[in-house]
């Protein structure tokens, strides 16, 4: 009698939950957005009442399944906290979340820079991985899989934080969100979508390059590989649409390599991307995201691509609540496109998000940016953006910092710093019409603010 009474009460079990379906990041040891309306959605019976029931208001919410199964509701969720448990059922069917954490959640997106784990030997997250559990902070892998046309799930759930968890797991992630949880005092839940060596197009929705002739030509370009999809969209529609909903604080992105062949374009394609991102979830979150580092791309001297790159990261500074963590100071080998030091990656990304979205007092917290020029007689005067105490040089002189006339020759250049402006000439131009500072592939410029950061690469002119 025994086996016949397991075997019906395992047939009861799997029975209760046949007619609940959640997408799989709706998991034990989730995190929710903190003090939110939450979407919560799944599957259920046709045209069937759900309840959803939220432990920490034990309110239980009535909601209809559609035609095609799907029913949508709203969780308001409290202050951060938990663990607590969601309960849903459907007539005779049942089933349970339970570990929950409300906080903060972040998504962590782009090529092999964000992907970068202990898996490639980083000795930062070797040295951290004993250290690793931290049961407030929660991690989401997402896999590594494409598909031609948008999805509605992934494969993957939620874990805690543990040295086994996070072993192969992002480590810009890793420390954005032990840095988030430990300043903020608050779980954090972290999502990793990541796949090294994809261009930007694969992370786009499809009508973002289909509208746009040089955006579609440059798509089609990608051959297949082994290593990864070559459509555009793919990664879109398998890692990223499947998550779109998901109530969060934003985004954190480390990607540009893969486009510095497509560089004239990148602004317009990185900036349709977070659009469509953004449409997607139907909220303006923050978007922050890492300017390329310094690394020899083997580029012409007249067509120096890493730097035009980074000028096309630096436009879309145009879009609202976007900012960008400057690196060109962290790169041990520029001859290796992965920089190891990611855990000060990590810190200028989570520190523009303290400072922009949790209103923490941070001083010169993001890279001056290159604001506007004015040429006074035989002197070129450069304003900066995002300059709060002074400017800084470490080493007797600015590196990588070049003038030119009309004949566009550029020369190193002479210069002096006047109230937080950077003055630039040359006895050699009575006429100077233009300013390049650290705009090649592998410049790694000395020149920062006054909390270390380095100022972004730029130039005056367009030639």
């Known amino acids: 009698m025994k086996p016949f009474f397991f075997a019906l009460t395992l047939f009861l079990s799997l029975n209760l939950k046949a007619q609940i379906n959640l997408p ?81 959640v972040w998504l962590c997106s782009g090529q092999s820079n964000m992907q970068w784990s202990s898996y490639n030997k980083l000795p930062e997250m070797l040295d951290e991985m004993p250290y690793a559990h931290n049961p407030k902070i929660r991690l989401l892998q997402v896999s590594n899989i494409g598909a031609a046309s948008p999805q509605d799930n992934i494969y ?40 090294g060596g994809t261009p930007a197009e694969f992370w786009t929705p499809a009508k973002y390059i289909e509208s746009d002739a040089e955006l ?72 922050y995201y890492v300017q390329i580092a310094p690394y020899n791309y083997k580029s012409p001297a007249n067509e120096q691509k ?58 010169d917290y993001k890279s001056p940016v290159y604001k506007n020029h004015k040429i006074e007689g035989d002197k070129i005067v450069i304003d900066f953006d995002y300059l709060q105490g002074k400017l800084q040089v470490k080493g007797a002189e600015i590196t990588d910092l070049l003038i030119a006339d009309e004949s566009k020759n550029f020369i190193p250049a002479n210069y002096k710093i006047e109230k937080n402006k950077l003055v630039v000439f040359s006895k050699q131009f009575k006429k100077p019409t233009a300013v390049r500072f650290g705009f090649t592939d592998t410049a790694m410029p ?18």
């Not at 969720?77 to 979340?97: D, L, M, N, Q």
């Not at 962290?330 to 922009?356: F, S, W």
């Not at 920062?448 to 690469?457: D, E, I, Q, R, Y």
């Open 24 to 104: 799989s990041f709706f998991s034990d040891n989730m995190v929710l957005q903190r003090n939110a309306e939450v979407n919560f959605w799944g599957w259920g019976v046709r045209g069937g009442e759900v309840t959803v029931t939220p432990s920490w208001s034990n309110q239980p919410i009535k909601v209809r399944a559609n035609g095609y199964a799907r029913f949508d509701t709203k969780l308001k969720t409290p202050e951060a906290g938990g663990p607590y448990e969601i309960t849903i059922s459907t007539g005779r069917f049942k089933k349970v979340i339970k570990n929950i954490l409300i906080g903060e």
């Open 156 to 195: 993957d759930s939620w874990k805690e934080c543990t040295t086994q968890n996070v072993d192969g797991f992002s480590a810009i992630g890793y420390f954005i969100a032990k840095q988030l949880s430990t300043e903020l005092n608050i779980p954090v839940g972290v999502i990793n979508a990541s796949w």
């Open 216 to 287: 579609l030509n440059n798509a089609k370009l990608f051959k297949p590989a082994a290593a990864r999809p070559h459509e555009y969209a793919s990664l879109w529609n398998a890692m990223i649409h499947p998550l779109a909903g998901y109530t969060m604080a934003g985004i954190f992105w480390y990607q540009g390599e893969g486009n510095v062949g497509t560089y004239r374009s990148y602004d317009r394609l990185f900036s349709g991307l977070i659009k469509g991102w953004r449409e997607a979830w139907k909220t303006e979150f923050p978007f």
């Open 306 to 363: 890493g730097a035009l790159l980074r000028e096309a990261q630096t436009k879309t500074l145009a879009l609202p609540k976007t900012a960008m963590a400057v690196i060109s100071d962290l790169v041990p080998d520029i001859n290796n496109v992965h920089p190891t030091r990611k855990k000060e990656v990590a810190e200028r990304l989570a520190n523009i998000a303290l400072a922009e979205l949790y209103g923490k007092e941070k001083s």
């Open 446 to 463: 000395n020149f920062f603010n006054s909390t270390g950061l380095p100022v972004a690469p730029f130039r005056t002119d367009s030639w």
